[in-house]
């Protein structure tokens, strides 16, 4: 059995197997650096940029099926999770970070030009509204995740742990034939609160501490409320979403953060796809019921007790 890392400054591939791991690994570094290309709002070339310069484009199909798949989640999040905010976000200097407080005219205005109704695909043919500028930063990690591992189990791999930043995602179990543990963050300082043991699936955390700044006092955070163009205040500090589709979780963990606890819980109930843990601004957990027999609260950290979340 070797076991075998790829290391990069964001992310951690790691396989256990025998010698052809190493190639695999190989080659799902290359795919996750190929979909890095393609989905960057920076990179002069990526599709993602091509289409903000032009207002419409010929996207690769993994482009296209991924803004197809951030349309749905749109309309499934009630317009919590809305692609189309990356001019705001600009405006607020979460891209660039150059932070400021844009006045509420200045959003008014941007937030006119936003919104996934109007983002068009025809195949591979994206065409946005005039102005429009897309960012794919809230789902692509988690999609990349799960081509990734696809690669990896296509190449024969049974066991590997792919860190991509935080989004975890895993093949098939450890080695040994134990589960993965898997330490959830504190959205209130260093160090994981709890540790989940999970099998073959996705692990994504969204929170507020991840990328902010102060000002005057208050804290502004990168996970917008779409209808407001402000950062999303619905008393949540962290969601970290469990499922088998890495791009689900991820698109989930940042728009259950924008829809609090309430809305997270209704859809939920409404969905037999993921299980949730969720931190309370004033530091609750809360855990859905598939998760309860999997969750170890670190006790060094926090006395707080999980809520369960029954269906
Ligand atoms: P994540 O770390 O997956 O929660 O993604 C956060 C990133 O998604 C932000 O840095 C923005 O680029 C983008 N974003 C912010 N608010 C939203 C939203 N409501 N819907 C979709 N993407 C968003
Ligand atoms: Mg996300």
Redesign the pocket.
């Known amino acids: 059995m070797i076991k075998k890392s790829v290391r990069f400054s964001l992310w951690t591939l790691t396989a256990y197997g025998d010698d052809d791991t190493d190639k695999a690994l190989k080659s799902a570094e290359s795919e996750i650096n190929e979909l890095e290309k393609l989905w960057s709002v920076t990179d002069e070339n990526s599709d993602i940029y091509k289409l903000n310069e032009s207002g419409s484009a010929n996207v690769d199909s993994r482009t296209a099926d991924l803004i197809s798949f951030a349309l749905d989640m749109n309309k499934r999040t009630d317009g919590?999770?809305?692609?189309t905010?990356?001019p705001v976000?600009k405006a607020w200097g979460?891209?660039t970070g150059e932070y400021r407080v844009p006045d509420d005219d200045e959003i008014a205005g941007l937030l006119e030009n936003t919104g996934s109704d109007n983002v068009k695909l025809d195949g591979n043919a994206v065409q946005t509204a005039e102005n429009m500028q897309i960012?794919l930063?809230?789902?692509g990690?988690?999609r990349a995740g799960d081509i990734a591992a696809k690669k990896l189990k296509d190449s024969g791999v049974t066991s590997a742990i792919l860190d991509l930043g935080g989004n975890i995602q895993t093949v098939g179990l450890k080695p040994d034939g134990g589960k993965w543990k898997v330490g959830i963050q504190s959205p209130f300082g260093e160090g994981s609160f709890a540790t989940l043991s999970i099998g073959e699936c996705a692990v994504?955390t969204?929170g507020g501490y991840?990328?902010y700044f102060v000002q005057d006092g208050k804290t502004y955070w990168?996970?917008?409320?779409?209808k407001t163009g402000k950062p999303?205040d619905s008393g949540i500090a962290s969601v970290t979403v469990v499922g088998n589709d890495g791009g689900l979780c991820?698109?989930l963990?940042?728009?259950l953060?924008?829809m609090g606890l309430d809305g997270a819980e209704k859809l939920w109930r409404e969905s037999d796809d993921f299980e949730m843990i969720i931190v309370t601004s004033d530091g609750e957990i809360y855990a859905t019921e598939g998760l309860e027999n999997d969750i170890e609260i670190n006790s060094d950290l926090t006395d707080e007790k999980v809520s369960v979340i029954r269906r």
Not at 80 to 83: E, L, V
């Open positions: 919590a999770f809305d692609i905010l990356y976000l979460f891209t960012d930063g809230a789902v990690k988690g994504v969204s991840e990328r990168h996970i917008l409320n779409p999303a991820d698109a963990s940042t728009s953060f924008v």
